[in-house]
């Protein structure tokens, strides 16, 4: 019999409960291991608890160091603060891991294979804003001070380049602005020539790219790349622009990574267009849990579970209305589930 592995288990908001079920659903087809702490956060944990990020739910994730969790919705009113901003804080999830690859042959790009790495905790996104007062002008100058330090540059670096090299990826490239950014992002990358001078050199390669031209090189050529390594905001955009090479966030899940934590999601919202209509696309968060698989080195479930999600989807066919068929998020998991048993 194989070792129990506790996890908690947020399910989220909007469409949250209908694809953490269909993710449960294929997870018990594999027979995963994991024995769930049910908790809420987000819109849910403010209706229970009064609180986006109850600390019940902390607790948990404080004591299974692991979690699954839906899109969290954070109210607007209230004055309350992102719960994922929070999560990230309180776990020092530093690394942002967000693999992109094409499952649907066929759309603007075919053959994406992207590794898009983001530093999750420092940066601009630090939210050190104020505004100076000028005359009657309160808001006359808006000011924003990013922080990136030597130890934030090295903790994702060193997880970029082991991740990549485990995965069997070839090269490294580093995104920046260190041409006017000369100190903030400057440092990201001299961290990055620093470190793989003395760990990396001659197991992966590394070149480095401006952000810029690496937007509109990822527009024209994505497959000059292989994988992205950035700081906080830019990592931020390059991951969507990732996500829409192949076809949009529905199918990018994410791993947020750290050294009290790892945190698995999606990378879309809640829907509130569509929940509760059965209609939700459960793939993303089906990702998500087979990067946790691999996270806990069941690398053989995970792969099952990719393989049933492109055979689903590729050979049977069967598709959500997002892209473009006729099954409900129901059909979809069942079909699902009939090639993970067959598979
Ligand atoms: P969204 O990703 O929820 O929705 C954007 C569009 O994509 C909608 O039309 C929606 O129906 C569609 N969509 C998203 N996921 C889908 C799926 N699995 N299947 C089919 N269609 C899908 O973005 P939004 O509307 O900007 O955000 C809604 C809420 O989610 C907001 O409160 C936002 O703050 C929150 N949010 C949470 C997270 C997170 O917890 N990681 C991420 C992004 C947004």
Redesign the pocket.
């Known amino acids: 019999m194989s070792t129990r592995i506790p996890a908690t288990l947020i399910a ?4 949250g409960p209908e ?1 953490m079920d269909a993710t449960l659903t294929a997870l018990d087809a594999l027979e995963a291991p994991f024995d769930w702490d049910v908790h809420v956060a ?1 819109l849910a944990g403010v209706h229970a608890a009064g609180d986006p990020l109850p600390p019940d739910t902390l607790d948990s994730i404080r004591r299974t160091r692991l979690a699954l ?6 109210p607007s009113g209230g004055g309350y603060r ?3 901003v929070r999560l990230r804080e309180a776990f020092k999830l530093y690394a942002n891991m967000r693999p992109t690859k094409t499952m649907v042959p066929g759309g603007r790009f075919d053959d994406i294979d992207l590794l898009v790495f983001r530093e999750n905790v420092e940066g601009l996104y630090m939210g050190y804003e104020h505004y100076i007062p000028i005359n009657d002008d309160p808001h006359a100058v808006a000011i924003a001070t990013g922080v990136n330090t030597r130890q934030g540059a090295l903790n994702i670096l060193n997880y970029t380049f082991q991740t990549a090299i485990a995965l069997g990826r070839k090269k490294v490239t580093v995104v920046h602005k260190a041409n006017i950014m000369k100190a903030l992002t400057g440092i990201f990358l001299e961290t990055a020539y620093q470190l793989h001078g003395e760990k990396y050199a001659g197991q992966i390669d590394l070149d480095n790219v401006i952000v810029d031209a690496c937007c509109m090189k990822l527009v024209i050529n994505p497959w000059q790349f292989d994988t992205l390594v950035t700081t906080n905001l830019f990592g931020d955009i390059l991951s969507d622009l990732a996500a829409g090479l192949v076809g ?3 199918m990018a899940p ?1 791993a947020n990574i750290g050294h009290d934590a790892a945190i698995f ?10 929940a509760g209509k059965g ?7 089906m990702l998500a849990a087979a990067l946790m698989l691999d996270h806990v080195k069941l690398h053989d479930k995970a792969t099952r579970l990719r393989r049933a999600i492109s055979a689903t989807l590729n050979a049977d066919k069967v598709r ?3 892209l473009g068929g006729k099954a409900n998020t129901k059909t979809f998991t069942a079909a699902i589930v009939t090639r993970i048993q067959n598979g």
């Open positions: 989220g908001d909007g469409i694809i987000g969790k839906g899109p969290l919705e954070t992102s719960s994922n949009g966030l529905g994410g999601e999606a990378v879309h919202g809640s829907a509130p267009d569509i209609l939700a696309n459960p793939i993303a968060l959500t209305g997002d």
